[in-house]
């Protein structure tokens, strides 16, 4: 049986130090474990450095250090490999949810919404949190943990805002401006201050830098100004009007000269059933159930809302009205009947208020022409 002297044991202790085992209680342990190897193994004439030097490999798959980098995950995250896993299984899991959502969704299949939703949230809400946990492990406060952490945020907040902007929820354009804010003003100051100070990464920070700021800019070109907003609310509103000022007279004409025809009177009346839904439509996009001919003073613009934001209350009294058409078939010639069902509002799950106003009031012009 071999038996190390102190010097061999003090090179043990001071070659391990250089590996980076730093940690005094990992020393001691990993000392122990060496020296009972040695003493085991190595015969009483052998080579002690040779021997060494071939057993140390064996504790590590690139460095030594790992051992250590293992241990303080360990200890600061108790559930480090389950958290681990968790994000694999999680980004692998959101990423194939998102190519056959994509995939769906241009095949107009069923199911494409639900799993791009998935897709998103899980990318959103648990994998990036868990990139941030796993690779930001230092408990001491630093710039790159301060710049990790606001780039994640606004990764989860761009994920979420394109979620709500395809499922057609409120906020998608405020969650996506936010996090592009936060990434310009916020992450790209800290992320370049504190890379270029140090020479190894300074074209490195550059480089990167240079892509985000491009990178968000070309975001941004995909995005309509607030006046382009603004122009093309008054377009549509301006449009709208003059086509119920012209509904308007086409009625008051109508039920003067055909007051006694039964058939009028019924068309007069589903007439008056579109206006409801109009109104309905009118007071939540500008707050008021009339379009008053001082719009443009007020700023009363038809804004590019979804007429699905309504409330429950709200979308029911539109199914109906839409159900009661359908089911009326008869009362309609095949040509009023087929631009019916081509129209966007009668055909498709969702459509803009602006969409389903217009198709409201070529309803009503067919009314009124025939």
Same mark, same amino acid.
């Given at each position: ?18 590996? /980076? ?14 020296? *009972? ?23 590590? &798959? ?6 250590? +980098? ?7 995250? +108790? ?31 069923? /199911? ?13 809400l648990l994998f990036l949190p868990l990139v941030f946990l796993l690779t930001n492990k230092d408990p001491n406060v630093s710039t790159a943990r301060w710049s990790a952490g ?16 395809? !499922? ?9 401006? *936010? ?14 201050? %504190? ?22 800019? !070309?975001?941004? #070109?995909?995005? &309509? ?16 009007? /003059? ?8 009625? +008051? ?7 006694? #025809? ?20 009118? +007071? ?11 719009f443009e003073t007020k700023q009363l613009f038809i804004e590019d809302n979804w007429v699905n934001e309504l409330s429950d209350t709200e979308l029911k009294m539109i199914d %109906? ?29 969702? *459509?803009?208020? &602006? ?16």
């Open positions: 049986m071999y038996v190390l002297s102190d010097i061999q044991i003090e090179f043990i202790r001071n070659d391990l130090r250089a590996r /980076g085992i730093t940690r005094v209680e990992l020393q001691d342990d990993l000392l122990d474990h060496v020296c *009972c190897i040695v003493e085991r193994n190595l015969k009483s004439d052998g080579d002690f450095e040779d021997y060494y030097q071939q057993i140390i490999p064996t504790f590590y &798959r690139n460095d030594l250090y790992e051992i250590e +980098k293992e241990t303080i995950n360990l200890l600061t995250f +108790k559930h480090f490999y389950l958290m681990k896993n968790t994000m694999i299984r999680s980004g692998s899991l959101a990423t194939l949810l998102l190519v056959l959502g994509l995939v769906f969704k241009f095949m107009h299949w069923p /199911g494409a919404s639900v799993m791009l939703v998935v897709s998103i949230l899980l990318f959103s606001i780039g994640i945020a606004a990764g989860m907040s761009i994920s979420l805002g394109i979620l709500f902007k395809v !499922m057609h929820w409120p906020y998608a354009n405020m969650l996506i401006l *936010c996090a592009l804010f936060v990434i310009v003003f916020l992450f790209l100051p800290i992320y370049f201050f %504190s890379g270029i100070r140090n020479p190894e990464t300074k074209v490195n920070t550059m480089v990167t830098s240079i892509v985000i700021v491009v990178g968000c800019g !070309m975001f941004l #070109t995909l995005v &309509r100004s607030p006046r382009a907003t603004t122009e093309e609310a008054f377009s549509y509103t301006s449009l709208y009007y /003059g086509y119920e000022q012209q509904l308007s007279t086409l009625a +008051k004409q109508k039920l003067s000269d055909t007051l006694s #025809t039964e058939g009028v009177i019924d068309r007069l009346a589903w007439f008056e059933k579109a206006n409801g839904v109009k109104e309905l439509l009118l +007071k939540y996009s500008i707050g008021t159930a009339q379009l008053p001919a001082n %109906s009205f839409k159900k009661e058409v359908f089911s009326n078939k008869a009362s309609f010639s095949k040509s009023e009947f087929e631009a019916l069902t081509n129209a966007s509002f009668f055909k498709a799950k969702d *459509c803009r208020i &602006r969409e389903a106003l217009l198709c409201l009031n070529q309803f009503q012009f067919s009314l009124l022409l025939n």
